[in-house]
């Protein structure tokens, strides 16, 4: 029988039934106290079947007795109550929730009989019960007189009218109680009642967002540009939207309900499909899913296509589900291939036109030693604006230039052929640097006033070692003597092109045997590792340990040192190296 959570007035009826046959089989008072507390102890229970009371007391208090002249005449614990399937409560294999705690709530039920006497029932409860439930055992008060009644004397101050009158007023009291436990019954139905319909609004509306959104969803899948693939466990097709319709040439409903491998695989590539859909069941893992790649699929006409592929497992499937995106991508490697091929035709170009820019080899030239390095900083798709040139002016004299045209590509490559050939012609006339540069900032100014450049120009006698040179807003040439020490050479001056009127100074010393001239551009010292830069400072420290090495060795030991600071320079490099041998 259902205890405090649950009283109904079925289980009301079958306790008042109960009591009343107890009554009617018990021998004396204490006999139907006694059976009484143990029948409530051992069938009162929770819903879930465990025992609710863990104490039960019957008392009688005789007629205007004292309180120590209680009589108990029932007692039942939680330890001598039995199981449904018999076994003693005290039995070592029972639930813990058994046990009894070392504080219950406790209903009080206190009764009178007809001799003025009054009985005293006492239910402990394993757990708290609210006012509410305690009060659905009131019943049980006219279930109890009822089996005490059998056992109050007739005679003296006790009459058949009044037990009978005791009969009517614990009947009354049954009513009563039963009418207002079916009023309780009655509210938690209503209650029942308001929260099944509120659960039903709740359940239409998520079941009316979910529709919403299996809309949406649906919505989405075919309008994307790709194709979408739903497979299930055995490698069947479940989903194929319109795109893979379009990419594979078959209809939905000659797609769904076959197997994938069968219908886009190609067939040289089903056994390895089926494999791995074999081992991603067994194992969990699967070297595609959760990853994008490319592979062979089928096209129904037989064709076979490079395509785009990433698979994902429904997240919660289990067995699990698949949902594919296939893309068709024979369009794009087509392209790519073109572009490749495009691009090695301008890296072609570009190389080409570069190479004019610069001299194919430099010149032999006695008493003297040469080096230079090109070093562009792009993929080979452009043309740089760095430049070195070295040729003979006369007898005996040799002309080096150098120089930085801003920006890159074929407006660059335009001013670094009109710098290199205007200081060829102008040195030929005038072989004084300052002059030279004057001519290149006016054919700069006149032709491309939107341009400029930086440019230095050296003249240098073999014979002696006489060197004079000009700059036009470039950096400093370094000489580095034998000894170690290095110079900077010469007035920087302004850029060439901007202005209409440029003068600039020349600066003239003598080499001696052993010394050597770099001339650089400022990719060199503008390279950067993070926001530091190579700079001049450190290209004076590393040549200044490279006296009386060659002239290519410095070439090759500046590079590398800038490189390994910069890893990739950001700006194009150009060196010259001019050695005095004798």
């Not at 194929?240 to 409903?253: M, P, S």
């Not at 291939?337 to 004019?356: F, G, K, N, P, W």
Request: charge should be negative; proline fraction near 5%; aromatic fraction near 4%.
């Amino acid at each position: 029988m259902a205890g405090p959570v649950v009283f109904s007035l079925v289980e009301m009826i079958d306790c008042d039934t109960a009591l009343r046959k107890i009554g009617a089989e018990a021998i004396s008072l204490a006999d139907a106290g006694q059976r009484i507390a143990d029948w409530l102890c051992v069938h009162v229970h929770d819903v879930d079947g465990r025992q609710s009371l863990a104490e039960v007391l019957v008392e009688v208090i005789p007629p205007a007795a004292a309180a120590e002249q209680v009589t108990l005449i029932g007692r039942s614990r939680w330890r001598r109550a039995t199981r449904a399937d018999g076994q003693d409560r005290d039995d070592p294999d029972r639930d813990p929730h058994d046990a009894a705690p070392a504080h219950c709530a406790a209903v009080v039920l206190d009764g009178a009989l007809p001799d003025g006497a009054r009985f005293v029932l006492t239910m402990r409860g394993v757990e708290a019960m609210p006012a509410e439930v305690a009060e659905m055992f009131a019943p049980i008060r006219f279930s109890v007189t009822s089996a005490l009644l059998a056992f109050v004397p007739v005679g003296g101050s006790t009459t058949v009218e009044q037990i009978a009158d005791a009969h009517l007023t614990a009947l009354s009291d049954l009513l009563d109680a039963r009418t207002a436990a079916a009023k309780l019954q009655s509210h938690r139905l209503s209650a029942a009642l308001v929260a099944a319909n509120r659960h039903a609004g709740e359940l239409a509306a998520s079941r009316a967002e979910l529709a919403a959104s299996e809309a949406l969803k649906s919505a989405i899948i075919e309008s994307a540009l790709d194709g979408v693939i739903g497979m299930d466990a055995s490698g069947t097709i479940t989903g194929f939207n319109l795109a893979a319709e379009t990419i594979f040439g078959i209809g939905r409903d000659d797609a769904v309900g076959r197997l994938l491998a069968d219908v886009i695989v190609p067939e040289h590539l089903r056994e390895n499909h089926r494999h791995a859909l074999e081992r991603y069941i067994a194992t969990g893992y699967g070297s595609i899913v959760g990853r994008r790649v490319v592979v062979s699929a089928l096209h129904r006409s037989g064709r076979i296509f490079p395509a785009e592929l990433s698979v994902t497992r429904v997240p919660g499937s289990d067995p699990p589900v698949f949902s594919g995106h296939v893309r068709d991508i024979t369009e794009r490697l087509r392209h790519e291939d073109e572009l490749l091929a495009s691009r090695a035709r301008i890296a072609h170009i570009a190389r080409t036109l570069q190479t004019s820019l610069l001299p194919p080899t430099l010149p032999t030239i006695a008493r003297l030693e040469l080096a230079a390095l090109y070093r562009p900083v792009t993929d080979g798709l452009d043309v740089g604006g760095d430049f070195y040139d070295a040729f003979e002016i006369g007898t005996g004299r040799w002309a080096f230039t150098l120089g930085d045209v801003c920006g890159k590509g074929a407006d660059a490559a335009v001013i670094t052929a009109l710098a290199r050939y205007t200081m060829r012609a102008a040195v030929v006339s005038d072989p004084e640097p300052s002059s030279v540069l004057r001519r290149l900032n006016d054919a700069v100014h006149r032709q491309h006033p939107e341009q400029f450049c930086t440019a230095v120009c050296a003249v240098v006698q073999p014979d002696d070692g006489r060197l004079v040179l000009s700059l036009g807003g470039h950096p400093h040439p370094l000489l580095l003597r034998t000894d170690g020490s290095v110079e900077r050479l010469g007035t920087p001056g302004l850029l060439l092109g901007p202005f209409a009127d440029w003068h600039g100074t020349t600066t003239g010393l003598t080499m001696d045997p052993g010394d050597l001239l770099v001339l650089y551009t400022d990719g060199l010292t503008e390279a950067r590792r993070g926001k530091e830069e190579f700079s001049e400072a450190r290209l004076l420290r590393t040549l200044g340990g490279l006296g009386g090495q060659a002239a290519s060795s410095v070439v090759t030991l500046l590079e590398s040192e800038v490189v390994a600071f910069a890893a990739e320079p950001t700006d194009d490099i150009a060196i010259l190296a001019i050695r005095m041998t004798g």
